[in-house]
T-cell receptor, first 115, second 116 residues
């Protein structure tokens, strides 16, 4: 099955700095890579995703890059703000060719942005 | 109510109790999921339902029993649980189309379960 590794497990940055979280996956057939943000006591919510036909996707201060050859993808947050503090999860799908895919999640990164 | 709702939000039960968790999605999706979220562990996929049919059971112990009476409702029946089953149980839904498309999963707020 799919194995998703995520690093670092904790990350502290000063407000205004950039934050980068990296994930690797094992299944070369994976073609969908979402990132979820989970604030304390709240549900995970999708913040950005990327499919295997592109190498980079950007949405305001958030960007995701994908290297299919190396099987890794990264989340980049620029100009961090205290409200970016949360646990971030990466995930990769494993499509068996059925009508339903599966998401396998990394262990999460606790990001803390200090004012 | 909009999105994905879960009840109860908190549950404390003894090891000999029987209880059920409920999930309801108001998004018109055709797939629903149960996940277990423990401290310092990744989100663990437990069960997947597509069009009310269970399509995956990730080697979950039989003390967890899912039920999906229709595409909007999902239950997780619990009996004779162990303390290590204490966790946040998250329900999610998505709209699956075709063999290659994969769409965003919308999560419920979760049920915080404590087994004493």
């Amino acid at each position: 099955g799919e194995n998703v590794e995520q690093h670092p497990s904790t990350l502290s940055v000063q407000e205004g700095d950039s934050a980068v979280i990296k994930c690797t996956y094992s299944d070369s057939a994976s073609n969908y890579f979402p990132w979820y943000k989970q604030e304390l006591g709240k549900r995970p919510q999708l913040i950005i995703d990327i499919r295997s036909n592109v190498g980079e996707k950007k949405d305001q201060r958030i960007a995701v890059t994908l290297n299919k050859t190396a099987k890794h993808f990264s989340l980049h947050i620029t100009e961090t703000q205290p409200e970016d503090s949360a646990v971030y999860f990466c995930a990769a799908n494993r499509d068996r060719g059925s009508t339903l895919g599966r998401l396998y999640f990394g262990r999460g990164t606790q990001l803390t942005v200090w004012p | 109510e909009t999105g994905v709702t879960q009840t109860p939000r908190h549950l404390v039960m003894g090891m000999t109790n029987k209880k059920s968790l409920k999930c309801e999605q108001h998004l018109g999706h055709n797939a629903m999921y149960w996940y277990k979220q423990s401290a310092k562990k990744p989100l663990e996929l437990m069960f997947v339902y597509n069009f009310k049919e269970q399509t995956e059971n990730n080697s979950v112990p039989s003390r967890f029993s899912p039920e999906c009476p229709n595409s909007s409702h999902l239950f997780l029946h619990l009996h004779t649980l162990q303390p290590e089953d204490s966790a946040l149980y998250l329900c999610a839904s998505s709209q699956e189309v075709g063999t290659s498309a994969f769409y965003e999963q919308y999560f419920g707020p979760g049920t915080r379960l404590t087994v004493t």
